[in-house]
């Protein structure tokens, strides 16, 4: 594995409510092959879960639909602390560019969220189970690439935000690849695992989006 002052990108893996990101970082021992030149990182999110065990980006207690987006838009300031804290501490700070975000459940909220709302302009976005909680307008950075992962048996984040959040972002200039995986509920199967490392392998390898 490469030191990471020798890092050519960096991936910052962001997990989901209850859970920390120690357990992410399984993800970046299946991409070590696949990604040799990256470093990797995983956070945990700013706040104790107030439900239980670990960490938490914005509490879900009583969260609904209408409230939602206003949870994520007080999360920002922690949130971005966070990430650029890291992308500050791993020598990427004038390096944005090379930088992907790959986000589980609530961490895919808010790296769909920074998607949206363009302030951080980072190369990819990979969100496994997510859904688009950021209302409009959005104004996205044109050059990050996007892959949104979901199972179609998801009981907690319905497959249906894969579709919607894919349509808004689209609409708005993103660049969006999805999958669907049948009979898959709310988690990261290795074939999706796949699918994502060569995606952050390839959208790191291209051009940079016009």
Same mark, same amino acid.
């Given at each position: ?15 989901? &409510? %209850?859970?920390?990101?120690?357990? *992410? =970082?399984? !993800? ?6 696949? +990604? /040799? ?64 975000? &790959? %986000?589980?459940?609530?961490?895919? *909220? =808010?790296? !769909? ?6 302030? +951080? /302009? ?71 695992? *796949? ?16």
């Amino acid at each position: 594995m490469n030191r990471e002052n020798e890092a050519d990108s960096l991936i910052i893996l962001l997990h989901g &409510v %209850g859970s920390n990101g120690q357990n *992410m =970082m399984a !993800l970046a021992h299946a991409w070590r092959e696949t +990604l /040799p030149d990256s470093a990797f990182v995983a956070p945990d999110a700013p706040f104790a879960f107030d439900q239980g065990a670990g960490r938490q980006w914005f509490s879900i207690s009583g969260v609904t639909e209408q409230n939602r987006a206003e949870r994520i838009a007080a999360a920002r300031p922690a949130f971005d602390r966070v990430v650029r804290g890291e992308i500050e501490k791993h020598g990427f700070a004038d390096r944005v560019d090379r930088v992907a975000l &790959v %986000g589980f459940s609530q961490g895919s *909220m =808010m790296l !769909l969220d920074v998607v949206a709302t363009g302030r +951080l /302009p980072v190369a990819v976005g990979v969100a496994f189970a997510g859904r688009l909680g950021t209302p409009p307008p959005h104004d996205p950075a044109r050059g990050t690439r996007l892959l949104l992962l979901h199972g179609a048996a998801d009981t907690v984040v319905p497959v249906e935000e894969l579709e919607q959040a894919r349509t808004v972002l689209e609409a708005s200039g993103v660049a969006v690849e999805s999958r669907v995986f049948p009979d898959v509920g709310h988690t990261i199967i290795p074939e999706a695992a *796949m699918l994502a490392g060569e995606f952050l392998r390839a959208s790191l390898a291209a051009e940079p989006v016009a």
